[in-house]
């Protein structure tokens, strides 16, 4: 199992083979008895578990046995003020006190007070694993959570769908999951003005849904692990690309909403790098300038990262000089953001927490990093562009 690291301290990145080993382990004793998952079966555990909690609180509320009642005391960090992985992070764009974070298992919370305080969501529901998180900017009560972590460790569980609210996360229903079912999805975009058009970036590739997630098509194989929209045209951008080198790794656009998608890395020498060693590929763009930002990882040695420009809706790239925000391990830790009110200023996050007010040119880690944990997995701004939350293996 992948061990806890202490703050500052850099990991080497596992030999392919040994990382392959570990996740075949991992599947093998959650199969058993079986030698593969049945499709469908945390579904149906989780209805058992509901119809026996059903059974027993109302037994409880016959009995006067004070064993049978409980009171929450928890939970709060436990480790030096640091608490389990956060995976993802969305701000309502009309109240940024409002905030939702997801767990690596530990579900969704939401904060409606900038974060002091947190209410958990989701805790009865089919997964506790959430991978991504998205907020429909035409109606913020409505909120999307894909389940199952997608950050290619071992230690990660799989999902059960996509969980949705209409309700600001009172109540959730649980969509997608056939399609699905044991797989992380790693990010979701809604479509700007079109609100019934949602993307999804999971293990098995791109998937689309045009009646606001009911049904679900994949149009673009994988793994893919970002999706996003440009909010001011409506052009959809995908990256492909994990752990292991894999021959479609790259970025892709489409024009039409995400039904169709084609390469999109470039050529000669304002292209990406070729997949052959290249691996997760983190993106972002800024609403104010349509720049497009890409880090991608290097899979050969420590799996460093190469850092990306593009000023023409990625069909060039240039490289940016200098070192980037992920020296080691990007399969695993590599998140960033753009400021929307500032398109120079980066936020990345790979082992460590580094900002950028130059469009990536130059880096630095800041006044911040005796305070943060390692390991980073998610960057979100404001609307505004006045706050940013982190989300890291501390929490």
Request: charged content about 15%; hydrophobic content about 35%.
């Amino acid at each position: 199992m992948r061990r806890r690291l202490r703050p500052h301290a850099y990991r080497e990145a596992d030999p392919p083979e040994q990382a392959a080993d570990r996740e075949n382990w991992l599947y093998k004793i959650h199969a058993f008895p079986h030698r593969h998952f049945p499709r469908g079966a945390r579904i149906r555990a989780f209805e058992q578990v509901r119809r026996m909690r059903s059974l027993i609180e109302t037994s409880a509320s016959s009995s006067s046995d004070s064993a049978l009642h409980w009171t929450l005391v928890g939970p709060q960090p436990t480790f030096d003020g640091y608490a389990g992985r956060v995976t993802s992070i969305a701000i309502d764009p009309k109240d940024q006190n409002t905030i939702y974070i997801g767990g690596a298992e530990g579900g969704v919370w939401k904060s409606t007070d900038g974060g002091a305080t947190w209410k958990p969501l989701t805790d009865f529901e089919p997964a506790l694993a959430i991978g991504s998180l998205a907020i429909d900017p035409s109606d913020s009560s409505v909120v999307y959570a894909g389940t199952g972590e997608q950050n290619f460790n071992a230690d990660a569980y799989a999902g059960a769908g996509i969980l949705k609210t209409t309700d600001g996360g009172s109540t959730w229903t649980v969509l997608g999951s056939d399609v699905f079912d044991q797989l992380g999805i790693g990010s979701l975009a809604i479509e700007p003005g079109h609100p019934d058009v949602v993307l999804a970036a999971s293990d098995g590739g791109v998937y689309r849904s045009a009646d606001s997630g009911a049904t679900w098509q994949n149009v673009l194989a994988g793994p893919a692990t970002c999706v996003l929209f440009d909010p001011t045209n409506g052009d959809s951008y995908a990256a492909v690309g994990g752990a292991f080198p894999t021959p479609s790794t790259g970025v892709y656009k489409s024009l039409d909403g995400g039904v169709t998608w084609k390469p999109s890395n470039g050529s000669a020498s304002n292209a990406l790098p070729p997949s052959s060693n290249s691996g997760r590929i983190a993106l972002a763009i800024s609403p104010l300038s349509h720049y497009i930002y890409a880090g991608v990882a290097d899979l050969s040695g420590v799996s460093s990262l190469s850092f990306y420009k593009s000023t023409d809706g990625a069909s060039s790239w240039s490289r940016l000089g200098g070192t980037a925000y992920c020296p080691r391990q990007c399969w695993y830790n590599n998140a960033l953001a753009v400021n929307p009110a500032n398109s120079q200023m980066l936020v990345g996050g790979g082992v460590d927490l580094l900002y950028s007010a130059d469009g990536g040119v130059t880096w630095y880690a800041g006044v911040h990093q005796q305070r943060v944990h390692v390991d980073q997995h998610v960057v979100a701004f404001t609307a505004d562009g006045s706050r940013v939350l982190v989300g890291n293996d501390g929490g």
